[in-house]
């Protein structure tokens, strides 16, 4: 269940992350309706990460969370918000995806 925890803490993070992104090119309103859903992404991701360390390894944890956050981030600035995709950037994303799995096989032991 704590997995599962982990892995909606780095959704989050993902979602507070691109909140950022939007509240920067938002004015008025708008852009403070993105930086109050940063920081209900912030605390739902500080929550379940918090949760989730309760069992899980700290140290594999906090990679997982992390990994999550910054795979989804990059795959949401390139979709979203027009950063380059190019060969380079997609093969460290894979080989970051590789790690966070491999931490996982390594933590069921």
């Not at 990059?74 to 979709?79: A, R």
């Not at 093969?91 to 933590?107: E, M, P, Q, Y």
């Amino acid at each position: 269940m704590n997995w599962i925890f982990l892995i909606l803490g780095g959704l989050c993070e993902i979602g507070f992350t691109t909140c950022l992104g939007k509240a920067k090119d938002a004015t008025g309103t708008g852009q403070w309706l993105w930086y109050g859903a940063f920081v209900v992404f912030l605390f739902a991701s500080m929550g379940l990460l918090i949760k989730a360390t309760q069992t899980l390894p700290l140290g594999t944890a906090y990679a997982v969370w992390t990994g999550i956050g910054a795979v989804g981030t990059v795959l949401m600035g390139i979709i979203f918000f027009k950063e380059p995709a190019d060969f380079w950037r997609i093969f460290f994303i894979f080989t970051l995806i590789a790690s966070i799995v491999g931490l996982k096989a390594v933590s069921s032991h």
